[in-house]
């Protein structure tokens, strides 16, 4: 597609479960970012990629969080025994160039954990 | 920690009006900026940006200006519609994150 993709749009689990969500960035775009915004807030950075390494992940809020990039296209980020307190929205961007390049983000996945 | 932070958290103004959103940034090594509109529900969708090289910069009905001496960003909506009705962010690069600040919610009155 033309934009950035993610999914699922919706996830609700319950506490304690594991949780993977998908990010799939504009072709050819080299840096992928993954943010997380709860009502009202603004976007809060998690992790950032260039290629299939993570370049900044001093975001992630603990271990619990982690992201994969393996071919340097498609991201999940997989939450871990997750609580109530991860419910937010997780949002994906791709940029064409990384570092001072405009990011394109994708309609988000909104987690719910009950 | 860094922070990017918006004077106003809510703006309201008639239709036809120029609108006007301020950001304060706090961290100088900042070299790229970037203005974001978020409709509910939706991912934020980039409007405009500007490089701390230039101070001001103008698109289609939207222009920013950046004052550097006091860390500062605005952006100036002329002839604002009700489809310009969003939380609107600053966002500031350090390092190449993306940091956002809280956002102002403009509304527009018909």
């Known amino acids: 597609g033309a934009g950035v993709s993610q999914t699922p749009s919706n996830k609700v689990t319950e506490k304690g479960k594991y949780v993977e969500l998908r990010c799939d960035p504009i072709?050819?775009?080299?840096?992928l970012y993954w943010y997380r915004q709860s009502l009202g807030q603004g976007p809060e950075f998690l992790i950032y990629?260039?290629?299939?390494?993570?370049?900044?992940d001093s975001g992630l809020p603990n271990d619990r969080f982690f992201a994969v990039r393996p071919e340097g296209s498609v991201s999940t980020l997989k939450i871990q025994r997750t609580e109530r307190g991860d419910s937010a929205m997780y949002l994906c961007?791709?940029?064409?160039?990384?570092?001072?390049?405009?990011?394109?983000f994708g309609e988000g996945s909104r987690l719910t954990v009950l | 920690g860094e922070s990017v932070g918006l004077h106003l958290p809510t703006l309201s103004v008639q239709e036809g009006d120029n609108s006007i959103i301020n950001c304060a940034y706090s961290n100088s090594a900042s070299d790229y900026f970037i203005w974001y509109k978020q409709e509910s529900g939706k991912g934020p969708q980039f409007i405009i940006d500007?490089?701390?090289?230039?101070d001001k910069r103008q698109g289609q009905r939207v222009t920013v200006l950046l004052n550097k001496t006091v860390k500062h960003l605005s952006l100036q909506i002329a002839a604002t519609q009700p489809g310009d009705s969003a939380v609107y962010f600053c966002a500031e690069t350090p390092g190449g994150k993306l940091i956002f600040g809280q956002g102002t919610e403009l509304s527009v009155k018909p």
């Open positions: 961007a791709s940029s064409l160039v990384g570092t001072g390049g405009e990011l394109f």
């Open positions: 072709s050819g775009h080299t840096a």
């Open positions: 500007i490089r701390s090289n230039m």
């Open positions: 990629f260039q290629g299939t390494g993570a370049a900044d």
